[in-house]
């Protein structure tokens, strides 16, 4: 397939009424309601990428012996649809999660999908279920591309077929209380993801994987773990679908610092963007390692003023509390921080339609 790829169009039936729509936007949760279509593509050996279409949101069909439910080759991305100020609908820095998804594709030894592929099932399911993106500010078409082996076989080995899908859901906060700060549990007992491993790919196994420490986390009254590196449990990597930066000072003297790319972290898109959006706002940065022992440390010294979480879903998330197996302690006294806040609103008001000096809105 080649730019300018045909979608067929399957309607839908009997589409969300105009009155269900606007319920499920009143208060759309997070991945809770899903919009009245998907977008599927084939590849297989033979054909490659085929059989794009635009069909009903709807279950797969999978054989009982589909190679992905039994060795796990299951890729994803997270992006969101922004409403603008004139209606118009624009996604953050799409061409970066089609290229992550190529290379997380390569990881698990998929099929690489093609920009144009991946940026048209974008545009051809917003030209269909575009009334499902939310108007309110914190509000967004949260969309889920992800793909899976579908070949029957229990041979291990990749597979010869793969489905790509792409659904999508009205999103408000991840995080139920909203941009309240979150607590944090530093997990020593397990561990993410190791060197060479799968950590730096956006595959189902990494998440599948933190389920257990997420709920040790829970049960010790955090919101989320925070994941150290495999080999010493010493330095921060990230968080189970953020990643983490530290506020170094204050005011115009600040420095955000956030921990450089392991191999076996995620290469957070939103990282990078704050990376850049920190330095237009004149603060220093640094990409280093971050040990558990210097984040303690200089929280009591007064150092490290701040601590926030940022994703897609997240978007960016302060820090409040700490706890590990010796003790806990707050940042900031618990509140969300003045740095934090401010490359908050920059970021957000990018994606609503502020200036976008790096032109990273994509209009579809
Ligand atoms: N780390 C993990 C494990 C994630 O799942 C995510 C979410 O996608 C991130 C970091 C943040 O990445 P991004 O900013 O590209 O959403
Ligand atoms: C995202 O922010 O898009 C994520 O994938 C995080 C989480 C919902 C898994």
Redesign the pocket.
């Known amino acids: 397939m080649t730019p300018g790829t045909h979608f067929s169009h399957v309607p839908h039936p009997s589409p969300a009424t105009p009155e269900r729509v606007a319920d499920v936007l009143a208060s759309p949760g997070f991945?809770q309601h899903f919009t009245d279509h998907m977008v599927t593509i084939r590849w297989n050996t033979e054909q490659g990428w085929h059989d794009a279409t635009v069909r009903p949101y709807q279950s797969l069909e999978l054989d009982p012996a589909a190679m992905v439910l039994h060795y796990g080759q299951a890729i994803?991305?997270?992006?969101k649809a922004y409403r603008q100020p004139d209606g118009s609908l624009k996604s953050f820095r799409p061409e970066a999660n089609a290229e992550r998804f190529r290379s997380s594709a390569r990881r698990l030894a998929m099929p690489e999908l093609p920009d144009d592929l991946f940026l048209g099932s974008i545009r051809e399911l917003l030209a269909v279920d575009g009334r499902w993106v939310p108007e309110q500010a914190e509000e967004s078409l949260?969309l889920r591309p992800f793909m899976i082996s579908t070949e029957k076989g229990l041979g291990v080995r990749p597979a010869k077929e793969y489905v790509y899908v792409l659904i999508a859901s009205p999103a408000g906060s991840?995080f139920s209380g909203g941009l309240k700060p979150v607590s944090v549990w530093l997990c020593t007992e397990f561990v993410r993801a190791a060197p060479g491993g799968t950590g730096a790919a956006?595959c189902a196994g990494n998440?599948a994987a933190s389920l257990q420490a997420q709920a040790q986390a829970a049960e010790q009254g955090c919101d989320q773990v925070v994941w150290l590196d495999a080999m010493e449990r010493h330095w921060v990597e990230e968080m189970?679908?953020?990643n983490l930066f530290f506020v170094f000072g204050s005011g115009a003297d600040a420095k955000v610092v956030t921990p450089e790319l392991s191999g076996s972290l995620l290469p957070g898109i939103t990282r990078d963007s704050i990376l850049r959006v920190a330095s237009d706002l004149g603060y220093s940065v640094e990409e280093r390692r971050v040990s558990t022992e210097e984040w303690e440390k200089k929280v009591g010294t007064g150092e490290l003023t701040e601590v926030f979480a940022c994703?897609?879903?997240?978007v960016i998330t302060p820090v409040g509390r700490v706890k590990h197996a010796d003790g806990e302690f707050l940042i900031n006294g618990g509140d969300a921080g003045e740095v934090t806040m401010r490359l908050r609103d920059t970021l957000t008001g990018i994606q609503r339609g502020g200036e976008d000096r790096h032109g990273w809105m994509h209009t579809f």
């Open positions: 991945g994803f991305e997270g992006l949260y991840y956006k998440y189970g679908g953020m994703g897609t879903a997240a």
